[in-house]
């Protein structure tokens, strides 16, 4: 109908969405399975995915730095970086088989 280029929009926006949802919740996740405590893993999952800043905490705080996070979770925090910086989707379409062959 008349609505079909808008419920194609909505369904990108509804996967995109969902799809962040779901990564950021995978690196808070592995994170904290490293030994970060719940507000630390969030924290910086988020600093990690969107570029908001400082994470929360006295490690990775304003006050705070990385140093202190263990070597893989700095490894899982620059995938997160390069997630969130060339964005969700861009990074699935590299690991297509179909974005290789043409």
Known sequence: GSFGGFNRV?????A????????????????????LDFVTAVSSA???IT?????LGEMVGPAGTFAN???AAK??????????RLEVFTVIVL?????WRT
């Open 10 to 14: 909505l369904y990108s926006v509804f």
């Open 16 to 35: 995109f969405f969902f799809l962040f949802l779901l990564l950021f919740a995978m690196l808070a996740f592995a994170l904290s399975t490293l030994g």
């Open 46 to 48: 988020a600093t990690a």
């Open 51 to 55: 570029n908001v800043g400082p994470g």
């Open 69 to 71: 996070v263990p070597d």
């Open 75 to 84: 490894w899982l925090l620059a995938a997160g970086m390069l997630l969130g």
């Open 95 to 99: 690991f297509t088989r179909r974005f």
